[in-house]
Nanobody, 123 residues
Framework: VQLVESGGGSVQSGGSLRLSCAAS????????MGWFRQAPGKEREGVAI???????SYADSVKGRFTISQDSAKNTLYLQMNSLEPEDTAMYYC??????????????????WGQGTQVTVSS
């Protein structure tokens, strides 16, 4: 299984970015996919997930600003991030469920991770 993120960068407060995660070697549409982030000196936190069937769930801090979506035909996960704030600065990771994954979030067990893409928001 390989998850490859792209789309990170530097933007000013109020700006937008769209992250992508290309998945390979994985039964993409069968389980949960999600986005997590980790800021320097902080623990990794869940941002958004999408379950098989399309149900989505968001962290309170991003609700109304971020949108998670997927293109199953392309095996690609997206995170549209609008109204970005300096507090959104972090490394963003794509994740997929794994039978023995160590990270539980919103009812899904994550164990596959991408390498991360950096998002920096300046005020």
């Amino acid at each position: 299984v390989q998850l490859v993120e792209s789309g990170g960068g530097s933007v000013q407060s109020g700006g937008s970015l769209r992250l992508s995660c290309a998945a390979s070697g994985y039964a993409y549409s069968r389980y949960c996919m999600g986005w997590f982030r980790q800021a320097p000196g902080k623990e990794r936190e869940g941002v958004a997930i999408i379950k098989s069937g399309g149900t989505t769930s968001y962290a309170d801090s991003v609700k109304g600003r971020f949108t998670i979506s997927q293109d199953s035909a392309k095996n690609t996960l997206y995170l549209q991030m609008n109204s970005l704030e300096p507090e959104d600065t972090a490394m963003y990771y794509c994740a997929a469920t794994h039978q023995y994954g160590a990270t539980w979030y919103r009812g899904c067990r994550f164990g596959y991770w991408g390498q991360g893409t950096q998002v920096t928001v300046s005020s």
